[in-house]
């Protein structure tokens, strides 16, 4: 085991056992709720795969120019700019990922459905802290230019101006 100094009363008496240790059990649990996390995020891409491979359609109109990955430029939503945001789009299913300092900190997924002018999303599953918004739909007008996607909308009563960008 690790010896660690307990620096300006970060760490607590639990922490650091008799022997100056580290405690095996709490790194094991910070191990397992990180694995957890990411285990999570996966799980539902590869279930937004596996839904979109399902359907063998290919459509006509542009519905499939929002097939792809995104990542959040701009929003008038307070603190989104705190925090790396990407977006994936499969045939049927979408996926939202909050990334912060290259942690994904939260997520949200679901259904969609998009007539090449109006995207509805249906946030079927989400991680803990974004549980709320299960049940609930974002509709947003999109607007394609070049590689980017300028949408507005609203979810749950607040206006939403985005641009997202996609990923190469």
């Known amino acids: 085991m690790k010896k660690l100094r307990n620096l300006n009363g970060v760490m607590d008496a639990d922490t650091i056992s008799k022997n100056g240790t580290y405690s095996k059990s709490l790194m094991s649990r910070v191990y397992k709720k990180g694995f957890l996390s990411i285990t999570v995020a996966c799980i539902v891409v590869l279930f937004c795969a596996s839904v979109s ?15 792809g990955v995104w990542k959040h430029v701009s929003s008038t939503m307070m603190g989104a700019d705190m925090m790396e945001i990407k977006k994936v789009f499969t045939k049927n299913c979408f996926i939202m990922l909050y990334i912060v300092n290259d942690e994904i900190v939260a997520s949200k997924g679901g259904t969609y459905t998009f007539d090449g002018e109006t995207c509805t999303e249906n946030i079927e599953y989400a991680t803990q802290n974004q549980r709320t918004t299960i049940g609930k739909k974002a509709t947003v007008k999109v607007r394609f230019e070049e590689k980017k996607i300028y949408t507005t909308g609203a979810f749950e009563g607040i206006a939403l101006n985005e641009v997202w960008e996609r990923v190469e």
């Open 53 to 67: 491979f399902k359907s063998n359609e290919i459509s006509s109109d542009n519905t499939n120019q929002l097939i």
